[in-house]
C-alpha cells in the first residue's frame, strides 16, 4: 500500500515539492487504522505493536517508491 501511494505521488506531486508528499499518506494511515484490529493477532495482540509495524512499511515503501519513480 505504502509502495502504490508513493508511486502515485511521485506521478502527481512535481519533484521540487517534497514537502507535499507527507499529505498523501494520511489516507493510507487511516486505512491502516483500520486493519490494525486484524493483523494485531499477528502481534499476540499487541495492537501497539502493530501499529508501529504497519505504519514503519508504509513508511518505508512509499519513501522507497517516491524515490524511485519520482522524475529527476
Known amino acids: 500500500m505504502g509502495a502504490a501511494a508513493g508511486l502515485f505521488a511521485?506521478?502527481?506531486?512535481p519533484a521540487e515539492k517534497f514537502a507535499w508528499t507527507g499529505i498523501a499518506l494520511?489516507?493510507?494511515?487511516?486505512?491502516?487504522?483500520?486493519i490494525v484490529g486484524r493483523a494485531a493477532a499477528l502481534f499476540g495482540g499487541d495492537e501497539k505493536a502493530a501499529r508501529l509495524w504497519l505504519a514503519g512499511a508504509a513508511v518505508?515503501?512509499?519513501?522507497?517508491?517516491w524515490f524511485?519513480?519520482?522524475p529527476a
Open 60 to 65: 518505508a515503501g512509499f519513501y522507497a517508491a
Open 26 to 34: 494520511v489516507p493510507l494511515f487511516a486505512l491502516l487504522e483500520m
Open 10 to 13: 511521485a506521478w502527481k506531486i
Open 68 to 70: 524511485v519513480a519520482r
